[in-house]
């Protein structure tokens, strides 16, 4: 079995820490992978990557690696002297050879295919391993809901995976699929995939839980006299009633036009607030001065005199 080091192969030194090595697979898997790079050897560098992060990101798997010790890469693997960590090698052991770093890890690690000390041979159902994943969504796919298409490693292969996301999930949420996890082995159940949610920023609304917050305009006579406003809402743009006097930083609230708190029509949803600013021109034409000028005389508004905001 030929040596490989999966931390040149990621590039991350060996002390690394599972974000860097998360993000370092990222990286090297979008640049080798087979259907999007020509480079010679491209393949090859994307299969190692993925076994790398298949090992690495498992403590009890990175433990066992790291007891190999630095190797130099394409020779024959020297295994761990026995009594290391409490197992045992023999290189002479039938099927040594043959073995490909899954195996030998597995060996080393919770599958123990070889003896233990003072333990015996296990053969029976395993339990598919749990995997942890991320998934970045925007703030219409939550509230709608949507299919991810995800790609996830399993014993060093890519396995592409087809993921519903209900409408209504939060940003920090935590999704447990079942039996989306690493297969059992003979005949074990499948293992469960937890999926951490993140909503991508968006350039109109600021989530809160359910509530929905945006920031909207006024120009002073909308302010004063009221008006009926056009503004955006998850569904399409909806026409908010602007009550006469209101003031800078006012909020007005729309019902149940927030994130949904599940599927279905009669899920009850979050609130959508406007939180009000007034704008004043920058400039006046003559005729606009002349108007502000008489409003300002014969108005008996004097917002300075009024008690100050707690």
């Known amino acids: 079995m030929k040596y490989v080091d999966y931390y040149a192969a990621l590039g991350v030194p060996r002390d690394a820490d599972l974000d860097q090595i998360k993000k370092a697979y990222r990286a090297r898997a979008h640049q080798h992978h087979p259907d999007r790079s020509k480079e010679a050897g491209a393949e090859e560098k994307f299969k190692n990557a993925a076994l790398a992060y298949a090992t ?15 190797q130099q890469d394409g020779e024959e693997m020297a295994a761990p002297r026995s009594g290391q960590q409490g197992y045992t090698f023999d290189a002479d052991m039938p099927g040594f050879e043959g073995m490909d770093i899954s195996d030998l890890l597995n060996a080393m690690g919770r599958n123990q295919r070889f003896h ?3 333990r015996a041979f296990e053969s029976g159902p395993q339990r598919g391993q749990d995997l942890v994943d991320s998934a970045r969504i925007s703030l219409l796919q939550a509230y709608s809901g949507c299919t991810l298409h995800l790609s996830l490693l399993e014993s060093g292969d890519v396995r592409e995976l087809a993921v519903t996301i209900p409408a209504g999930v939060r940003s ?4 447990r699929l079942r039996g989306k996890g690493e297969r059992g082995i ?7 995939l937890y999926l ?3 909503l991508t920023p968006h350039p109109v609304f600021r989530v809160d839980q359910l509530d929905l917050y945006f920031n909207l305009v006024l120009s002073p006579w909308e302010a004063a006299i009221g008006a009926d406003v056009t503004v955006p809402a998850l569904e399409g743009d909806v026409v908010l009633s602007v009550p006469p006097g209101t003031s800078s930083g006012r ?9 949904p708190a599940g599927t279905g029509t009669a899920a009850p949803r979050g609130d959508m607030y406007a939180l009000v600013a007034i704008a004043v021109p920058g400039h006046l034409t003559e005729e606009e001065r002349r108007l502000f000028t008489e409003l300002s005389c014969i108005s008996h508004f004097a917002p300075r005199s009024l008690p100050a905001n707690p």
């Open 56 to 70: 690495l990101k498992d403590p009890e798997k990175r433990a066992a690696y790291d007891q190999l010790g630095v």
């Open 116 to 118: 233990k000390p003072g």
């Open 172 to 175: 920090g949420q935590k999704l």
């Open 186 to 192: 003979r005949g074990g159940e499948d293992g469960d």
């Open 196 to 198: 951490h949610i993140e």
């Open 251 to 259: 909020k007005l609230r729309l019902r149940n036009r927030g994130l």
